[in-house]
């Protein structure tokens, strides 16, 4: 007998149907003799109504935050209501818990809250029950008994947070695609479903834009050791486990290759090549709540430097008025940006043995003729920045020549 | 400076402008310099929709108590979150409680659970900031940390319950009317406003249907001694004072004239006259749970009598069913129903010192040649029953004739 938590987002739980569906995976997970914690989002299309609410009622204004958080708390409430009435229809004993009644303690900064602690008393006394718990996702409660939300990815990150505070054996992620593959099957044809990924690859995939699991769950199995399974509410087939690097049994060379639409490259030329000045240029950024991803900066050669970075589309006006301002002040000859561009990377824990994956790669973007603007690279990740337009074709031609060919 | 709690019900903040609405008396009544506890239903409408939702995942069966409570509770959840960020948006300081936050403690009897006690160290310390309470009404939490919903009129009985554990000076319960009426006014062209009314005579409304207040909310507020005003939220207007009776100055002999038609009634002929016939008929019907309103039993002439009694009209088919059963064991007569009747009433505290009010009453009743079938009396209340086809002519005429004239 097992100890599984189940997570369910939005699309899984749509409508009335698709929540009997879930229930019906709960019951069979149950009659299978294993204990089971759901963990469950906000209906589809709930949680926007609710965001157009606080925008109506705050004119144009930000929605005041605590406030904002316990109203989108009731889309995960509703869903855990249903679902547990929908699971005692089936004959199984449930009981639905928000996150406050669950035990799940944030600090205080709404909107994005951190998980300080879970506790695990009232969840225990309902398994030793024989009781499905069926908890909220995405909402905790702070010291002072407000409600708070996890923001982006939160529900996958309770499920995670109380996984492995029940020290559960499994933590299934279920979703609408059926599991990790090597690249986003409507770009490539032949991308392939990896039965296994380490974290640290898994890690390094949701950082540049597979949409599967949140960066944030992934960081806390990985602490915990906790295993995940990534498969489809829609089926029962296996989908993909992500685990400890050791026990991914297949280690592929390159095991994904991603692409990233949704960064903007801000250049400034000729800055003075002098201590502090990065300082100078991040900082007026980091002080707008601007996340910096690639940065590279050019060896000096007269006594100046070129520096360029990525941030997030949405902010490049933003970012680009800030580095105009910063290059001013430091007399840099043009800061200029393109919003134009895609990051195309590979990632594999293979990698770390195998030398020369570089030079593959960009052998392939040179046959291709696609130019190489920036290009960063971690133990087990490459990462380039093209021309948009040639996004998909380096994609498609990156995952024919790594993928397959160096499949072990 | 005053403490006001102010009850706001589903129409009032039925859309985000009338929300709006809401925040901004608030916002007088604090500029005013009182301390304000705001205490609101769910959006009208929401209540339906998750009703909806709780009975398609029950496919037929009634849905599980204690998980539907948990459904219906997001509905003022979401008005609490919005009405405080609305308050906050006109410069107030406001804070949300759900009512398990705010300690609204009741028994664990889903879907009509009983407060047990309100807890007030949030709210005041809340208060003693200069901040808004805005709580849900309706819902509280039990023993068990369970979310409970406190049934019909719940968001009522909230707001009183909380005045009278605050020691509020006057609990205001706005609604889609402006006051109580000495008739409807859909009936009763001339119907007047009354600007005070007791207790006693706002209880027997309530009981009789007039639906402005509800019962429970009546009873709180009448054992504590809390002033009630009932008002319209969308005029400024004074509506009706609900207060002690020696607070009412000018006291009618005829305060209301009432109707209520959802009632049927059943008759049992010729029943067996010995001790133990009522509660062989009565027994089985409140195990079914229909609760029944007025019971006539003749006195028996030939060792027989008839009985005579009222259920609400959606029990009519199930009491009429049990009450034969009854009657065969009983060996009665016949046992025959009729769901086309309405029970008329006359309230006043004035009635206890005037005598001839009932005797005026059936007078009235006689010239418009309307028969009385049942009639029940309490110390400030006369009910009778007659065929519903004549109920609004027995009301305008009763007005007609008694409160017009006696009025002192």
Known sequence: MALIVQKFGGTSVGDIERIQNVAQRVAKTREAGHDVVVCVSAMSGETNQLVSLAEQISGGHAPLAREYDVLLSVGEQKTIALLAMAIEQLGHSARSFTGA?????TNSDHTRARIEQVDTLVLKECLSEGTVCVIAGFQGVDPSGRITT???????????????ALDADVCEIYTDVDGVYTADPRVVEDARKLSRIS???????????????????????MRYGLRL????????????WV???????????????????????????NVPDQPGIAARVFTPLGDA??????????????GSTDMTFTVPRGDYAKALSIAQEAGRELECETVEGDD???????????MKDHAGVATRMFKVLARESINIQMISTSEIKISVVIAQKYAELAVRALHAELIDVLDS
């Not at 399974?229 to 993909?240: I, L, P, Q």
């Not at 134009?340 to 590979?346: E, F, H, L, P």
């Open 101 to 105: 009644q669950m035990g799940m303690r």
């Open 340 to 350: 134009g561009i895609a990051k195309v990377s590979i990632v594999g824990l293979g």
């Open 243 to 269: 685990v400890p690097e050791e026990d991914v049994v297949e280690q592929l060379v390159v095991s994904g290759v991603t692409c990233n639409s949704n960064e903007a490259q801000i250049r400034l030329q």
């Open 199 to 221: 974290f640290e690859e898994m890690l390094e995939l949701a950082s540049l834009g597979a949409k599967v699991l949140q960066i944030r769950s992934v960081k806390f199995a």
């Open 150 to 164: 996890l923001g982006r990815g939160g529900s996958d990150t309770s499920a995670v947070a109380v996984a492995c």
């Open 289 to 302: 709540g601007i996340v910096v991803d690639m940065i590279i900066q050019n060896y000096a050669s007269d």
């Open 229 to 240: 399974h990534v498969r489809s509410s829609f089926s029962s087939d296996e989908g993909t």
